[in-house]
């Protein structure tokens, strides 16, 4: 039997996360997009919540998403958008736009890297950002997502 969907949360990974593990892993670590999925199954299960994992490589597919957690009445959205929290308008928009609480992830500090990796056009649109906990931060982001939405651990 499905969830209903008032009890799930959208994760959105955005351009190359399919490519974790493999991909500057002294910068994002040996982690796969699948063991990042796993932790956000499990950490949601753990809320009564469920996590519906998705990745893309494409900005209008994210939004594409996005509009669809609003459809189908998601309780939140944890969103790495990768490169494009730095460039995109449209997800900052969107995600504005379907008034469901969002939490944004970066795997790596952005704050240590590159000058224009500090600023987040995604993080505008979240009500909080984490950064640098590797793929723990997921785990953090759904905690705090829970907390936001009022929903508490099962026992």
Known sequence: MATPATKTVY???GPNLNLLGIREPETYGHATLADVEKLCVEAAARFGLTADCR????????????HEAREKAAVGIIIN???????SIALHDA???VKIPA???????VYTREG???HSFTAKAAFASLCG?????????ISGLAAKIGATAIA
Do not use: C, K
């Open 116 to 118: 224009f990796r500090h």
């Open 103 to 109: 939490v944004e992830v970066h795997i790596s500090n």
């Open 11 to 13: 994760v959105l990974n």
């Open 133 to 141: 906990f590797g793929i723990e931060g997921y785990r953090l982001a």
């Open 55 to 66: 990745q893309s490589n494409h900005e209008g597919t994210l939004i594409d998403y996005i």
């Open 95 to 97: 995600l504005i736009g």
């Open 81 to 87: 958008a990768g490169g494009y929290s730095h460039t």
